[in-house]
């Protein structure tokens, strides 16, 4: 029952447990297993992805809402839709080219629009994979295998969000920790297609350290004042 799993070993069911293929809160993935450490948050220091090379498959409308969705926003150190890449095709994809040198990540995070401002496309299977292979672009084949293309490390299916963890806005910024691995290069496989439905992404990050597990907020409480009365629709 994955209501009542504590997947990522930490000894209890407390919103971080990720799983392949179905919502970011419950259930198994499989190794390296991704689990979800945080929500909305900010560029840790040792990001890795502003010195590599952003890469995607396509851009929304064939590049004419340049320079508010472009590929170069992927990695260029700025949240928001202003400053994203939004896709062009179903199953269309974005990445990070770290060169010729295999670099170790643990840690990737990602969102829509992290300051908060849009919540539209996001919504679907995202599949996270790596390579070995020396300065992957959007030319590089799936092949199963990080020594001739890319391998899958997991997937992530972004549906409805779930209260009290931390996937309570699914359009913010998550932060996700897996099994280390040597790559040149991470991509992302996203839902949507072209104009009406193109999934954004705002900023790609990759980290070598996983992230340290952030406690979701806590639920609103509210105390009426004395003579007062709170009411709501």
């Known amino acids: 029952d994955p209501d009542n799993a504590d997947t990522d070993g930490d000894g209890t069911n407390d919103g971080d447990e990720v799983v392949a293929g179905t919502d970011p809160t419950d ?24 010195a590599g090379i952003a890469f995607a498959l396509d851009l929304i409308n064939n590049g004419q809402f340049r320079p508010s969705h472009d590929i170069p ?9 202003a ?3 939004i896709g062009n095709s179903l199953n269309s994809f974005c990445g990070i080219n770290l060169g010729a040198t ?28 790596f390579t070995r292979m020396p300065n992957p672009d959007e030319n590089t084949t799936d092949t199963g295998d990080a020594n001739t293309g890319w391998n899958t490390i997991g997937t992530l299916n972004y549906g409805a969000s779930v209260a009290g963890t931390n996937y ?32 954004c992404i705002d900023e790609i990050e990759l ?27």
């Not at 926003?73 to 839709?81: A, C, E, P, S, T």
């Open 27 to 50: 259930a198994d993935s499989p190794n390296p297993r991704l689990v979800l450490v945080e929500e909305s948050g900010d560029f840790a220091p040792d990001n890795l992805a502003p």
């Open 73 to 81: 926003n992927l990695n260029d150190g700025i949240y928001g839709n």
């Open 83 to 85: 400053n994203s890449w």
């Open 102 to 129: 295999e670099m170790t990540i643990s840690s990737i995070a990602f969102g829509r629009d992290n300051t908060g401002t849009y919540s539209d496309r996001n919504r679907g299977i995202y599949t996270l994979q």
């Open 168 to 199: 309570q806005s699914p359009h913010l910024r998550h932060r996700y920790n897996f099994d280390p691995v040597s790559a040149t290069g991470v991509r992302i496989i996203v839902p949507g297609n072209g104009l009406g439905s193109g999934t």
């Open 207 to 233: 980290y070598a350290s996983p992230g340290e597990v952030q406690e979701p907020p806590l639920p609103m409480e509210l105390a009426p004042t004395a003579g007062y009365e709170i009411t709501w629709d």
